[in-house]
Structures are given as structure tokens and as C-alpha cells.
């Protein structure tokens, strides 16, 4: 019996030794993947942007068009993706009968973004009128965040405590999923990154020395008018302020809507349980 269970742990760690094995098999096939596949994206782009010229596509662009559908872009970004984050909330979330209401604060401030939204719609035909709107729907938008997270703090606890004592672990998996998607690291960076770009803006916008600089550096490696550049420069910005920040925000949305159906579906099928804590090593004490 000795050497049946030796047998089979030492099967058992041969067993784990390949399967660690398999894994740094698994993650040098994921590398090579990786470098060929950026590889062949660069030599693609180049082979196919070699004979593009930049300078008379910007000039054939209407700064007054890109703005607009940009804004609708935007628009939408935000209707599709904070009804998005409701969803994913009411899911992870549990709160009982008159606990944690709306207050007249929460809709005050959801009646205010809409104002904000209507004077950023408003002022797309100004550039300065747009980036001080900007501005102020960009904060707004900080200040929001902020009070959500205060408003969901009570109710994600209590929700960690409800799914706990009900041993309801895949519950709390879909919370700690949710939780650090609203209140993680990144969310964050990503405002950090917003109040870089919206400041930029505004240089660009109320400074004509700031605009012209960056108009002539860019222009020169373009390779166009600087004038035709410097008139389209906040158009851009805005362009690169929504692509980087609904990007980044609809990247990690995609993630979390992966994990949750993941885990809805194992759920399904399995039961999870906690880890035993590890046992804890008692000294043995030698009489002599």
C-alpha cells in the first residue's frame, strides 16, 4: 500500500512537471505568435500606405463633417455604454427592498449630464465654445464616476457578505469582476490620459502660438500646409480624444462581458468552492 501511494505521488509530479512543461511550451508558440503577427501587419500597412499621401487626403477631409460624426459616434458610446454598465451591475449586484434607493441627488446629477451633453452638442461649431464644453462634460464626467463609486461602495459589500454567508461563489467571482471593473487601477489612468488630452486641446484651441507649433511640426513631417493642418488640428484631438478613451473603456467592457458569460456558463454546470487554507507547520519540539 506504501508503494501504491508512492507510486501514484510520484506519477502525480511527473504529471504536474509536464503540464508545467506544456506551459512554457504553450506560452513560447504565444510569443512567436505574436512577434510573426505584428510582423506581417507592419509589412502589410507598409506595403499598402507606401504610395498613400497623407497631405491631400487631410485637406480633402471636412474638419466641420469629421466633428460631427465623431460627436455622434461619441454620442451613441455613451448611451450603449453606460446602459451597458447598469447591466452589469444589476447582475453582480444585491441589494434588498428599500435599502440603497435612488436619492434625488442621483437624479439631479443624471438630469445635469444630460444638460452638459445638450451645451457639448450645442458648441461642435466653435472651437473654443467645444473644448471648454469639453472640458466641462470631461470633469462632469470625473465627478460622476467619483459619486458612483460612493453610491456602490454599501452594496457591493453587502453583497460580498450576502453571497458569502449564502456560499454563492460564482455570485462573488461575477462581483470581483465587476468591482474591479469600476473601481479598478485602470479606470484611473484612462481619466489621467483624458485630462492630458483635454488639456492639450485647449492649449490648441486658445493659444494661436501653442496651435501654429504643433500645426508646423506636424505639418513638416506630413509634408503639407501648416495652415490646412492648423485649422483641423482640434477636430483631431477631439478624434484622438474619443478613439483613446472609448476604446480603452469598450476594450475592458468586451472583457468583463467575456468573464461574465463565462462564468454564467460554469456555473451551469459546476459548483465552486473556496481553497482549504493551507495547514500551518507546527514545530517539533526534541526532548534530550
Known sequence: MAKGRKRRASAQADEGYQQN??????????????????????????????????????????????????????????????TYDTDIQELAYFTEKGHNQLTGNSFGLMALFGVVMGALLWSSYDDRYFAAALTIFFLFNIGGFVYI?????????????????????FSMAQLEVVAEFMNGEWQRYRFVLGLVLVVLMNAICFSDAIRTSIAQGVADLLKIEP?????????????IFVAALEGWIWIERARVRVALRLLDDLNRKYRLEPRPPAAEKTPVSRSI
Open 227 to 239: 495652415t490646412t493642418l492648423a485649422v483641423r488640428l482640434p477636430t483631431f484631438m477631439f478624434v
Open 21 to 82: 512543461e506544456m506551459t512554457a511550451i504553450a506560452r513560447t508558440v504565444r510569443k512567436a505568435i505574436k512577434y510573426i503577427a505584428a510582423a506581417l501587419v507592419g509589412l502589410f500597412a507598409y506595403l499598402q500606405l507606401k504610395d498613400f499621401q497623407v497631405g491631400p487626403a487631410i485637406e480633402a477631409v471636412s474638419p466641420d463633417l469629421v466633428r460631427r460624426l465623431t460627436m455622434i459616434a461619441y454620442y451613441w458610446c455613451w448611451v450603449f455604454g453606460t
Open 149 to 169: 463609486l460612493w453610491f456602490v461602495a454599501p452594496i457591493i459589500k453587502s453583497s460580498e457578505t450576502r453571497y458569502r454567508e449564502g456560499r454563492s461563489y
